[in-house]
T-cell receptor
Framework: DARVTQTPRHKVTEMGQEVTMRCQPI?????VFWYRQTMMQGLELLAY????????DSGMPKDRFSAEMPDATLATLKIQPSEPRDSAVYFC?????????FGQGTRLTVV | AQKITQTQPGMFVQEKEAVTLDCTYD???????LFWYKQPSSGEMIFLIY??????QNATEGRYSLNFQKARKSANLVISASQLGDSAMYFC??????????????FGKGTMLLVSP
């Protein structure tokens, strides 16, 4: 059963620390999205890759966030340094034109 | 400009009844896709159903069907025979397909559905 795998599922870290979230997309999907979900803002697009090339990262604070896709089986989202306002659930999704499946998310708490 | 509008913040339905969750969208591209997701209290985002703009028939997946009215730019989700487990947040999303090839997945703000016994 193909699924998008995200690690870690939960992360608690101190302000100023680096956080790395990982995503293994479904094999064969050519598109990867990173979203952030908060109660106030809902689902916000952070980054968008197609065929591993970054097409849009305008939703990310560039000074602290970075997204990469070093190979077809791994996408990463990094926050350095983390801040309390980064506390949210971060979702990775992979898909094609007619489907998009989400991972279970990483719940990040920055204290 | 908001691309996806879900006007119902919350909906209530009794078990075994049908319910319609509204979604309207805005795009100038002739080719696009519409998606519905369910997010239960556990937090996962579950893909429910997809409708392509050129699809001749309304999409159906089990108890889920999509009432696609292209001229009105609406893509309402119909859940038949509601179950208690259908209680969740439901999101409508659109992926347009311009010639540039750049097409993200844009979400509405969601509708909270509560199914009562």
């Amino acid at each position: 059963d193909a699924r998008v795998t995200q690690t870690p599922r939960h992360k608690v870290t101190e302000m100023g620390q680096e956080v790395t979230m990982r995503c293994q997309p479904i094999l064969g999907h050519n598109t990867v999205f990173w979203y952030r979900q908060t109660m106030m803002q809902g689902l916000e697009l952070l980054a968008y890759f197609r065929n591993r090339a970054p097409l849009d990262d305008s939703g990310m604070p560039k000074d602290r966030f970075s997204a990469e896709m070093p190979d077809a089986t791994l996408a990463t989202l990094k926050i350095q340094p983390s801040e309390p306002r980064d506390s949210a659930v971060y979702f990775c999704a992979s898909g094609s034109q007619t489907e998009a499946f989400f991972g279970q998310g990483t719940r990040l708490t920055v204290v | 400009a908001q691309k996806i509008t879900q006007t119902q913040p919350g909906m209530f339905v009794q078990e075994k009844e049908a319910v319609t969750l509204d979604c309207t969208y805005d795009t100038s591209d002739p080719s696009y896709g519409l998606f519905w997701y369910k997010q239960p209290s556990s937090g996962e985002m579950i893909f429910l159903i997809y409708q392509g703009s050129y699809d001749q028939q309304n999409a159906t997946e089990g108890r889920y069907s999509l009432n696609f009215q292209k001229a009105r730019k609406s893509a309402n989700l119909v859940i038949s025979a509601s179950q208690l487990g259908d209680s969740a947040m439901y999101f409508c999303a659109m992926r347009d397909q311009p010639n540039s090839g750049y097409s993200t997945l844009t979400f509405g703000k969601g509708t909270m559905l509560l199914v009562s016994p």
